[in-house]
C-alpha cells in the first residue's frame, strides 16, 4: 500500500471511528436528559450541557480537529464557574493518545463535574465504551489491507478531504433533522450582518491557505471563529455591554473591543458619563491579540484609550491579571468569560478615568514592557489575592 493510500486509509478508519463515537454518545445522554445533554454533535464540535445541582445549565464545548483523535479534542465553558474550567484543562492535558478518545474524555468530565458538586454520577455513564468503536476501526483497517480498492474508495470519499467546500465539514450530522434546527435558531440569534463577517473571514482563511500563506494555525483559528460565532450569539453582546470588531481586514487574531457598561454603582460608571459629555467617547477601548498556541496560552490585552488611574492597569495599559498569564490562563476559558472578567476587575480596582490625559503614553511596546516585568515580579513572589473589603 502507497503511504498515500494508507494515510487515506487511516484517515476513513478514524471517521467511522468518531461518526460511532458520537452514535454512541448521542443515544446515552439525549436532549431531555436530567443532568447531561448532548446538544449537538457534529464531526467537527460537540455541544453539552451540565445539569448542576441548583438546576443551572452549564454549556460546553468540544471541538475537534481534522487530525483526531491523534490530536486531543480542545475543551472551553461559557460557564464562569472556576471549577468547571479548572476540569476542562486538566482535560486538554491527558497527555497520552488513548486518552484523547473523546467517549473517554466525556466519562471523566461528567465524572468530575459530579464529584465537584457531590452528585451522583448518571448510570449512563457506563454506556460510553471506546470496545465497538475500536472494532470497526480495526475492522476498517483489515478491510482496506484486503485490498477491495473499490470499497475502500468509496469510505476514503466519505472522510474530511473529500469535501471541496470546507464549510459542509460541520453539517455532517449524527441527527441531521435536530441539529439543523440548532444551527437555524442560532443563525437567528446572529443575524445576516454578522453571518456574513463570519463567511467573509472563512473565505479569507480558505485563500490564505490556498496560497500558502495561512494565518496562525488550524487549531487556533478553528476556536477563534466558535469564539467569535458565540460572542455574536450572546446576551452581553446584543445588549451592548461590550462591543468587538476585528482589526486589520478581519484579521482573527487581532481584536478590537469597546467596553460600554459598568457597575452603575462605580466611579468608573460616573466617569463614562463624563466621558461621553467631555469627549463623545461612551467605551474603553481594548485590544487583545492571540498567538498561534491559543487556546493553550493567553491572549495579550491592553487598553488603547482612554487613559486610566488604578484598576490594576499598568504603563502603556497593560492589564495586571494573574489570568492573562501562562500561569493562571486555561484553555477553558472563553473570551466572552474574559472581556467581562477585565469589566469587573476595572471595577474592583476602582479605576478612574485621567481626563485630558495625553494617548501619546498608552503604546503597544510599552505596555509589553510592563507586562513582563509584572510577569518577572509575580513569578518570584506570587500574586496577592485583596481583601473583600476592598473591593
Not at 471541538?63 to 479548572?86: C, G, N
Not at 473570551?335 to 490625559?357: D, M, N, P, Y
Request: hydrophobic share 35%.
Amino acid at each position: 500500500m502507497t503511504s498515500q493510500g494508507a494515510q487515506s486509509s487511516s484517515s476513513s478508519s478514524n471517521f467511522t471511528l468518531l461518526r460511532e463515537e458520537l452514535k454512541t454518545l448521542k443515544n446515552a445522554f439525549p436532549k431531555d436528559h436530567s443532568r447531561f445533554r448532548v446538544v449537538l454533535a457534529t464531526i467537527d464540535e460537540v455541544v453539552l450541557v451540565f445539569i448542576g445541582k441548583r438546576n443551572d445549565s452549564n454549556v460546553i464545548h468540544c471541538i475537534l480537529s481534522e487530525s483526531y483523535p491523534s490530536t486531543p479534542p480542545m475543551w472551553f465553558s461559557e460557564s464562569d464557574d472556576v471549577a468547571i474550567s479548572k476540569i476542562l484543562d486538566l482535560l486538554g492535558k491527558s497527555g497520552t493518545a488513548g486518552n484523547n478518545v473523546l467517549l473517554i474524555q466525556v466519562k471523566q468530565l461528567l465524572t468530575e463535574l459530579c464529584a465537584d458538586q457531590k452528585l451522583n454520577v448518571p448510570p449512563e455513564v457506563s454506556l460510553l465504551s471506546v470496545a465497538t468503536s475500536r472494532e470497526l476501526e480495526d475492522e476498517a483497517i483489515g478491510s482496506s489491507e484486503e485490498g477491495n480498492s473499490d470499497n475502500d474508495q468509496d469510505s476514503n470519499d466519505i472522510n474530511r478531504h473529500s469535501c471541496d467546500d470546507a464549510d459542509t465539514m460541520g453539517l455532517v450530522m449524527v441527527d441531521d433533522l435536530p441539529d439543523k434546527e440548532l444551527k437555524k435558531k442560532e443563525d437567528e440569534e446572529i443575524g445576516t450582518e454578522k453571518l456574513a463577517v463570519l463567511e467573509r473571514i472563512k473565505h479569507r482563511q480558505r485563500k490564505d491557505y490556498q496560497d500558502g500563506a495561512p494565518c496562525g494555525t488550524v487549531q487556533a483559528s478553528d476556536r477563534l471563529m466558535k469564539e467569535l460565532r458565540e460572542i455574536y450569539r450572546s446576551t452581553h453582546y446584543r445588549n451592548k455591554v461590550y462591543d468587538v470588531e476585528l482589526a486589520n481586514d478581519d484579521n482573527l487574531y487581532d481584536w478590537n473591543i469597546r467596553l460600554y457598561k459598568f457597575d452603575p454603582d462605580s466611579h468608573l460608571a460616573k466617569d463614562m458619563l463624563q466621558l461621553k459629555a467631555k469627549e463623545n467617547q461612551d467605551y474603553i477601548f481594548l485590544n487583545m491579540t492571540f498567538k498561534d498556541n491559543f487556546p493553550f496560552a493567553p491572549p495579550f490585552v491592553r487598553i488603547v484609550h482612554p487613559m486610566v488611574n488604578g484598576g490594576y492597569v499598568l504603563g502603556g495599559g497593560a492589564i495586571c491579571m494573574e489570568l492573562l498569564t501562562t500561569q493562571g490562563w486555561s484553555s477553558a476559558y472563553s473570551v466572552e468569560s474574559l472581556v467581562l472578567q477585565i469589566s469587573a476587575t476595572l471595577v474592583k480596582g476602582k479605576a478612574r478615568i485621567q481626563f485630558g490625559a495625553s494617548q501619546g503614553k498608552y503604546t503597544l511596546p510599552r505596555a509589553q514592557q510592563a507586562f513582563r516585568s509584572l510577569v518577572q515580579i509575580h513569578e518570584k513572589r506570587g500574586w496577592y489575592t485583596p481583601p473583600k473589603e476592598d473591593g
